[in-house]
């Protein structure tokens, strides 16, 4: 298995400092007490079980990009606050303390890059922004997302963690489902791929909207996949989930996702896949005939 | 039909009841012809009177009202020839969706809408209108076939959402719902989707991804139950009536925030005073729309679906 190779230099001041040399963790798998720095160097895998951990949008950019470079598109969305919501504190304020501790504007990062050589359209949910819930900001970069991919002939890949659709944008969130998906078939029009990558977690209107309608779904081990959330599921039918239940190898037995890829694999993968996918030459070129017409 | 009455509604009821009974009368001998006519004007504005004022939470059990005509109720009213087509092809027939071709106004259209069921023993079979992924992927295949042979789509919406358990997730709620965003937003004819009742999150827009939607005065669209909505919030689910307040379901706010395109009146009283009435109205803005959107090329109507949705959504920058 290779291991992904870092930049040389290790660390840079900024990362040392916001580890805090000395710091450490337990591991979420097997309890081993881990230091922050080894698990940043394995890009929070656990070295011990394997226990994939979280990983910050700009760690994936490492890892996955080349160079770890992100050519950003429309950083500078913001959510307005069209419901006037407000649960013990206003929507906005939810949204600006979110946006100071995560130093983004919203909870995905798009843009363009390259994996392995092959210039992609690339975007990547940011689950420590509001548990990486999509409301118009998401639904609309993840239209452009698929836009663009369609307009520039970039395949998309996109990689998922989110707990579903923005409650504090109401019914707006809900609509970004449909806008995102009818993209999505656009890119498909188009003859472009999707591969669609499914972290912990994933759930809700992400899942039940372009989650799953990639050309190629992959997921990291051990991620929480669904529909609705386990504790929905047990008040409404009271009993207790068996182990393992909606985590990524009960979907792939249930036929859902493409394949189980380790992070540490992934970038690999991802440029196997891409290269079967697009730097292939076509049998004949791609057809797009489309249903005859219809007369009233 | 065994009678329900929420306890708000309950002078709109004696109202509408006593109007019911004069008709009978009227039937009999045109002399209380008159006093009817009386009747029914009063009726009709001390209704709207009444129900002027009703609270998100008074319009959310409205549009859960268990004497709300269903989407069976409404077919039998609206088309002829109607021929229910069964089954996903790959796992089995879900109840909770009713699917079919029949014919409206001339014309043959596929028909797909949540069912809800009927008293105890129905609501077991239709599982209280919650799909499990199999009617997703029927309606799914409605909407291809009606794409293919040129046929408009007329969607019912009704439901309290996809079902959340065991199978469903097993079975790929998620992609079911998926597929159906998908299809509906490929299919290249007319697609009207009407809200009668309550409009449950994924499991509703499945049903939603259409050239024009409209809802009915006393139907509801969210994101989330107002129940979900308040147990996440605040931890309990009975404060539903302050969610349903914040969530703006109702159909003002869905017109105000163009999820929906027009709001279908209800007769005095709701829809469930008198079905036909409903069907009536609900006829009416059918009628209207699909003649418009008749004038559309296949291309235009995916595209206009396309521009519809992605103009949805508040953000700045
Ligand atoms: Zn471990």
Redo the contacts with the bound molecule.
């Keep these: 298995m290779p291991w992904p190779t870092r930049k040389r230099g290790g660390l840079d001041a900024h990362e040392k400092t916001s580890l805090g040399k000395g710091v450490f963790r337990k591991?979420?798998?097997?309890?081993?007490t881990l230091t922050a720095e080894a698990l940043h160097e394995t890009f929070e895998v656990?070295p011990?079980?394997?226990?994939h951990h979280k990983l910050s949008a700009a760690r994936w950019r490492d890892l996955i990009l080349d160079d770890g470079k992100l050519e950003v598109w429309d950083a500078g969305l913001e959510p307005t606050d069209p419901l006037s919501f407000a649960d013990g504190k206003p929507y906005p304020d939810r949204v600006a303390a979110s946006q100071r501790s995560s130093k983004a504007k919203e909870a995905i990062e798009i843009g363009a890059g390259s994996i392995n050589g092959v210039r992609v359209a690339y975007g990547a949910f940011l689950f420590s922004f509001m548990g990486g819930s999509m409301g118009s900001v998401v639904g609309e970069k993840v239209t452009r997302l698929f836009e663009r991919g369609a307009a520039q002939r970039l395949p998309v890949v996109l990689l998922q963690a989110s707990g579903g659709a923005r409650m504090q944008e109401g019914i707006l969130s809900l609509m970004q489902m449909a806008k995102t998906v009818a993209a999505r078939e656009r890119l498909r029009d188009a003859g472009v791929p999707f591969v669609s990558v499914l972290l912990h977690p994933t759930t809700g209107g992400v899942a039940a909207s372009f989650a799953f309608l990639g050309d190629v779904n992959v997921a990291e081990p051990g991620a929480l996949i669904g529909f609705a959330g386990p504790r929905v599921i047990e008040t409404t039918i009271r009993q207790k989930l068996p182990e393992g239940f909606q985590r990524s190898e009960f979907l792939l037995d249930h036929g859902m996702i493409d394949r189980i890829t380790s992070r540490l694999e992934m970038k690999q993968e991802l440029g196997l896949l891409l290269g079967h996918l697009v730097l292939t030459t076509p049998l004949r070129a791609r057809s797009s005939r489309r249903l005859p017409e219809v007369d009233d | 039909m065994a009678a329900f009455v929420l306890p708000f509604e309950k002078p709109v009821v004696e109202l509408v009841t006593r109007v019911r009974e004069l008709r009978a009368l009227a039937e009999q001998d045109r002399q209380f012809l008159p006093e009817l006519r009386r009747l029914e004007e009063k009726a009709g504005r001390l209704a709207k009177e009444l129900f002027s004022d009703l609270s998100a939470w008074q319009k959310v059990q409205l549009s859960r009202h268990p004497n709300r005509p269903y989407t069976l109720d409404y077919i039998g009213h609206l088309f002829d020839e109607w021929l229910e087509l069964h089954g996903d092809r790959s796992f089995g027939d879900d109840a909770a969706i009713v699917c079919g071709l029949a014919r409206y106004r001339g014309r043959s259209v596929v028909v797909v809408g949540h069912q809800k069921g009927r008293g105890a023993k129905d609501n077991v079979k239709r599982n209280f209108g919650m799909p499990h992924p199999e009617g997703y992927r029927k309606a799914c295949r409605m909407y291809e076939l009606a794409s293919r042979f040129g046929m408009p789509i007329l969607t019912f919406i009704d439901t309290p959402g996809a079902y959340p358990g065991i199978g469903a997730e097993e079975r790929g709620q998620s992609e079911a719902i998926g597929a159906c965003l998908a299809a509906m937003a490929r299919a290249r004819v007319p697609v009207i989707a009407t809200i009668i009742g309550e409009g449950g999150s994924g499991g509703a827009l499945a049903l939603g991804v259409a050239n024009r939607v409209q809802v009915l005065e006393y139907g509801t669209y969210s994101v989330i139950s107002p129940e979900g909505c308040a147990s996440i919030l605040w931890k309990d689910g009975n404060k539903a009536d302050e969610a349903a307040e914040r969530l703006r379901m109702t159909a003002p706010d869905l017109l105000r925030l163009r999820v929906v395109d027009r709001v279908v009146e209800e007769p005095a009283g709701g829809a469930h005073q008198d079905a036909a009435a409903a069907a009536k109205l609900v006829d009416a803005a059918l009628h209207t729309t699909l003649t418009e959107l008749l004038a559309k090329s296949p291309d235009q109507l995916v595209d206009d679906r396309y521009e519809r949705f992605r103009s949805l959504g508040a953000f700045v920058g």
């Design positions: 591991c979420d798998g097997c309890g081993e656990c011990q079980c394997g226990q």
